[in-house]
C-alpha cells in the first residue's frame, strides 16, 4: 500500500505563492511519475502537472505554464509544486497522485492508482 500525504496549501493573495509538498511512503516506491491535480467546488478534477521519476520530464497544464513549477526530491520520495502569481482561479483542493497505471495520458486523472487526501489553497483576490 502506498500513503500520499500533501501538505502547504492555504490562504493567500493574488500574486502570492505558496510551495506544495506530497510525501510518499508505505513501500518501496518505484512510480513511473507523480502529479498534481486540482479541484475547484463544483468542477471536475483537472490536470495541473507531473514529473517522470526517472529522468524528471515535466508536463504542465496550460493555465500554469510559466507560474508553476513540479520537482522532485528522489532521495525523500517527495514531490514539489511551487505556484508563483497565484490566481482566484487557481483556488482549488489540490491532489497529489502517484503510480499511474500507463506512461501515456497522464493528464487524465483515471491514470492514476493513488491519491493523497488534497490540500486547499483559497487565494484571495
Known amino acids: 500500500q502506498v500513503q500520499l500525504v500533501e501538505s502547504g496549501g492555504g490562504l493567500v493573495q493574488a500574486g502570492a505563492s505558496l510551495r506544495l509538498s506530497c510525501a510518499a511512503s508505505?513501500?518501496?516506491?518505484?512510480?513511473?511519475?507523480m502529479g498534481w491535480f486540482r479541484q475547484a467546488p463544483g468542477k471536475e478534477r483537472e490536470f495541473v502537472a507531473f514529473?517522470?521519476?526517472?529522468?524528471?520530464?515535466?508536463a504542465y497544464a496550460d493555465s500554469v505554464k510559466g507560474r508553476f513549477t513540479i520537482s522532485s526530491d528522489n532521495a525523500k520520495n517527495t514531490v514539489y509544486l511551487q505556484m508563483n502569481s497565484l490566481k482566484s482561479e487557481d483556488m482549488a483542493v489540490y491532489y497529489c497522485?502517484?503510480?499511474?497505471?500507463?506512461?501515456?495520458?497522464?493528464?487524465?486523472?483515471?491514470?492514476?492508482?493513488?491519491w493523497g487526501q488534497g490540500t486547499q489553497v483559497t487565494v484571495s483576490s
Open positions: 497522485a502517484a503510480y499511474p497505471r500507463r506512461i501515456f495520458g497522464l493528464q487524465l486523472s483515471s491514470a492514476w492508482d493513488y
Open positions: 508505505g513501500r518501496t516506491f518505484s512510480s513511473y511519475a
Open positions: 514529473i517522470t521519476w526517472g529522468d524528471r520530464n515535466t
